[in-house]
């Protein structure tokens, strides 16, 4: 999309922002240490997710629970999350970017503690659902948070970092389980919880909510700090307080609110990037990625090991890649690649059901959950959320990112309860051909409507998105 030339992308403006990150574009120190504190709560949502399967037998057999009982401990999490997203925007919004961390992380100290103490099943879903509440918050607000303190050349690889944790959160949980009763398991999760939150005081708030709520000698201290004390900020505070001031006209927008022209765009994106994202079938690959493997004829352990030695290089991939390539190229190499391996897995149960070529659909099965894990974590994983948090005018940030993080959560909820019933309804090759399909179309949503947010500020981000956003 060609940008039309407003106040925030004259060529004038564009020179002296290019003379001005020309020379202040390296990482500072505080810049660094304020993404890595606020990653820590990625570090947590991953922490969560992958809780549920190392400590599932030592769950089960301490505490005498059934199936179902366990079940409903595993997927209440998701639960708790989509009432920690409902909240998110509006806490982020009148609290501040790093309240709404702080407060997350009491939900999920809380909940940790819960669960590590639990002597019935009603104690362990109490605190697997504070995790929940806090993990539906760090979601939005993390990305956000690290969106709005980074220039417009960092801004993509530093929102990555956020998927890359969650990334290390669940390996190093899956990693930990393997060996640690599941009660000091829970008391490790509560470690990084409590770095952020005794980190936070230490941290700058956001220059963009500070010049929102009014507090504009705040925001641009918290932007020198950012910055680095020698760099010259004029350039990017003015940026932030004129397109602040053109959006004091407009009211806070409720969540109905959002559905109007002016979003119309901002929201088709946020909202199906995190359609498609989950209904591409990512959490029940993830979620039975053992029995896949098994029902495939392959080894379950050895598959799921395999995995994460994939996930974590190709999620730092795409860190790398972020402000190099660009938002599209890589939505579109990682969404083909996701299609492909999904296909592969199919081909595989396909081939079983015909008992052709046997020696060959196990390592078609390994191949394609392969194919897909790399191939998502390179994108579709961390970039929906990146973009998530570039796209919308902050007048409605919050309720626009509560919404979109509430349908994350819920699509999350509904592939993860479905997917067994999928497997048993239909032919398990079956089930991938309809992931594949899905995630074939999100190369053509990606194509079609998906915009290119590299080397923007997030002002030129949201005024060519939301042209009618700051006209009175």
């Not at 990653?39 to 400590?55: E, H, K, L, N, T």
Request: charged share 10%; aromatic share 12%.
């Amino acid at each position: 999309m060609v940008m039309e030339p407003t106040q925030f992308s004259s060529p004038l403006l564009s020179n002296v922002e290019g003379q001005c990150q020309n020379r202040n574009c390296s990482m500072q120190p505080f810049l660094i240490l304020s993404t890595l504190v606020a990653v820590f709560g990625s570090y947590v949502f991953g922490s969560a997710v992958g809780y549920s399967s190392p400590s599932q037998s030592g769950i089960m057999d301490e505490l005498n629970l059934g199936v179902d009982e366990y079940s409903i401990f595993g997927s209440i999490l998701t639960i708790g999350a989509m009432i920690g997203a409902i909240v998110s925007g509006r806490i982020a919004d009148y609290a501040g970017r790093r309240v709404a961390m702080g407060l997350a992380e009491v939900f999920c100290i809380f909940g940790w503690l819960a669960i590590a103490f639990s002597k019935v099943a009603w104690w362990l879903y109490v605190g697997r659902v504070l995790v929940g509440c806090g993990m539906g918050i760090l979601s939005y607000v993390v990305p956000v948070y690290v969106a709005e303190i980074t220039s417009r050349n960092l801004r993509g690889a530093f929102t990555a970092v956020h998927q890359l944790m969650i990334c290390c959160g669940v390996s190093l949980t899956y990693l930990f389980g393997a060996y640690l009763n599941w009660r000091i398991l829970a008391l490790i999760g509560t470690i990084p919880c409590l770095i952020q939150f005794l980190s936070l005081p230490f941290i700058p708030e956001s220059p963009r909510w500070l010049a929102k709520v009014g507090h504009m000698e705040r925001s641009e201290s918290a932007l020198q700090h950012l910055r680095g004390k020698n760099a010259d900020i004029c350039q990017e505070a003015s940026e932030i307080r004129e397109y602040t001031e053109s959006l004091q006209q407009q009211t806070e927008a409720s969540i109905i609110g959002l559905f109007q022209f002016q979003y119309l765009r901002s929201l088709s994106v946020g909202v199906g990037l995190m359609i498609l994202q989950q209904f591409g079938g990512v959490n029940g690959i993830a979620f039975y990625a053992t029995s896949i493997f098994i029902s495939a004829g392959f080894s379950g352990s050895i598959g799921t090991i395999a995995m994460v030695v994939v996930q974590i290089p190709m999620t730092a991939l795409g860190v790398l890649l972020m402000d190099k390539s660009g938002r599209r190229p890589l939505l579109l190499i990682s969404a083909s690649g996701t299609c492909f391996g999904c296909f592969l897995v199919a081909l595989s149960f396909f081939l079983q059901d015909l008992h052709k070529l046997k020696e060959v659909s196990p390592v078609l099965a390994l191949v394609g959950v392969l194919v897909y894990t790399g191939s998502f974590s390179l994108g579709m994983g961390g970039i929906p959320w990146v973009i998530m948090s570039e796209i919308f005018p902050i007048n409605v940030k919050g309720s626009a990112g509560s919404l979109v993080t509430l349908v994350s959560w819920l699509c999350s909820w509904i592939i993860s309860y479905a997917f067994n019933f999928l497997m048993n309804l239909s032919s398990t090759g079956r089930t991938f051909f309809i992931f594949s399909s899905i995630c074939g179309f999100t190369v053509i949503f990606i194509a079609k409507l998906v915009p290119e947010t590299k080397g923007l500020t997030l002002e030129e981000v949201q005024a060519s998105l939301n042209p009618y956003s700051t006209k009175g």
